[in-house]
């Protein structure tokens, strides 16, 4: 997981996938690792996987408002206001 954040921050996105990919692997309720995730599916055009993985992190840690953020930005992206709305509504008050 840690190796990924380094692997983001000099620009390697192919090596941080891979290191959030196994982070998951370990361990499936790493919802830091799939928030991560899906913003890297977000950076690649993948909205429909990016939504995935956002909302596996809300199921796991619904404390954590990275996840809604994202996802009410990945709603946005497809029309849903609605829904964009009430998801940056529910990061506010995470």
Do not use: C
Not at 9 to 27: E, R
């Amino acid at each position: 997981y840690n190796i990924g954040h380094v692997a983001t921050g000099i620009g390697d996105l192919g090596l941080a996938y891979q290191n959030f990919k196994v982070a998951v692997s370990v361990n499936n309720h790493h919802a830091e690792s799939f928030n991560n995730l899906g913003v890297l599916e977000l950076r690649n055009g993948g909205i429909f996987a990016a939504k995935s993985n956002f909302s596996a992190s809300q199921r796991l840690a619904p404390y954590m408002f990275e996840s809604f953020f994202n996802a009410g930005l990945v709603t946005y992206k497809l029309g849903d206001y609605q829904e964009s709305y009430k998801l940056v509504k529910q990061a506010l008050t995470a």
